[in-house]
C-alpha cells in the first residue's frame, strides 16, 4: 500500500506568484491536514479537511485555502506568494478528524525568490 | 493557549551513548502524546504514542514516558548510532472534538563516530 504521497517534492516560485500543493492520503484514510514547517522549527497547523469539509483552521492568512475531492485527495492552494512563504509543507492522513493513526507524508519544498 | 515546549533544541552525542530528550505540554484536555522522528527535509514518522493512562512505551531502542500529572514527557535513545541523527518532535493531540496536533519546535540530534 502506498503511503501519504505529495506532488511536487520540490519547487521553486517566485514573489506575488500562486501555488498548487497537492496530497494523497492512504488508501481508506477520509481526513487530510496541512501543516507549514520553516526551516528549523516545528510544523504549523493550516487546515483539516474530513469528508470534504474543513474541520480546522490554523493562523493563517486568506491567501491559504484548501479543498479536499470525492476521492479524498487534498490541494492547497497559497496565492500572492510571499517570501516567509517559503517551508516544508506537509500533508498528513488520518481515518478520521481525531484518533491515533496520523502519518505525513514527506513533504513539498517550496521555496519563494 | 496549547503549548509544547521540547529540550534541548539541539544535541550532539557520541555513537554508542545513550541520550535523553525532554517534552514539557499545556495542551488541555489532553488526548496523546506523540514522539516523531524527523529526517532533514523528510515527514515525520512516529516512533510512539501513549495516552493518558500509558507511562511509558518502547519502540526498539526508543523509550517514551509520559507523566499526565506534570505534563511531562521524555524521549530515552540506547546505544544510539548514526541514523539515529534526525530531529525529534513531541507533539500532543488535544481531547476536544477536533483533537487538534500542537507541535513542539524539535530537537535536532546529531550522532558523531
Known amino acids: 500500500d502506498a503511503g501519504v504521497t505529495q506532488s511536487p517534492t520540490h519547487l521553486i516560485k517566485t514573489r506575488g506568484q500562486h501555488v498548487t500543493l497537492r496530497c494523497s492520503p492512504i488508501?481508506?484514510?477520509?481526513?487530510v491536514s496541512w501543516y507549514q514547517q520553516v526551516l528549523g522549527q516545528g510544523p504549523q497547523f493550516i487546515f483539516q479537511?474530513?469528508?470534504?469539509?474543513?474541520?480546522g483552521r490554523g493562523n493563517f492568512p486568506d491567501r491559504f485555502s484548501a479543498r479536499q475531492f470525492p476521492n479524498y485527495s487534498s490541494e492547497l492552494n497559497v496565492n500572492a506568494l510571499l517570501l516567509g512563504d517559503s517551508a516544508l509543507y506537509l500533508c498528513?492522513?488520518?481515518?478520521?478528524?481525531?484518533?491515533?493513526?496520523?502519518?505525513f507524508g514527506s513533504g513539498t519544498r517550496l521555496t519563494v525568490v | 493557549k496549547n503549548q509544547v515546549e521540547q529540550s534541548p533544541q539541539s544535541l550532539i552525542i557520541l555513537e554508542g551513548k545513550n541520550c535523553t530528550l525532554q517534552?514539557?505540554?499545556?495542551?488541555?484536555?489532553?488526548?496523546?502524546l506523540r514522539w516523531y522522528k524527523q529526517d532533514t527535509g523528510r515527514g515525520p514518522v512516529s516512533l510512539t504514542i501513549?495516552?493518558?493512562?500509558?507511562n511509558t512505551k518502547s519502540n526498539g531502542r526508543y523509550t517514551a514516558t509520559l507523566d499526565a500529572d506534570t505534563k511531562q514527557s521524555s524521549l530515552h535513545i540506547t546505544a544510539s548510532q548514526l541514523s539515529d541523527s534526525a530531529s525529534y518532535i513531541c507533539?500532543?493531540?488535544?481531547?476536544?472534538?477536533?483533537?487538534?496536533?500542537?507541535f513542539g519546535g524539535g530537537t535536532r540530534l546529531m550522532v558523531k563516530p
Open positions: 498528513a492522513s488520518s481515518l478520521g478528524p481525531g484518533g491515533n493513526g496520523y502519518t
Open positions: 488508501s481508506g484514510h477520509k481526513s
Open positions: 479537511y474530513y469528508e470534504k469539509e474543513e474541520r
Open positions: 517534552c514539557n505540554y499545556t495542551v488541555s484536555p489532553f488526548s496523546n
Open positions: 501513549m495516552t493518558f493512562s500509558e
Open positions: 507533539v500532543v493531540s488535544d481531547g476536544n472534538a477536533g483533537n487538534m496536533l500542537t
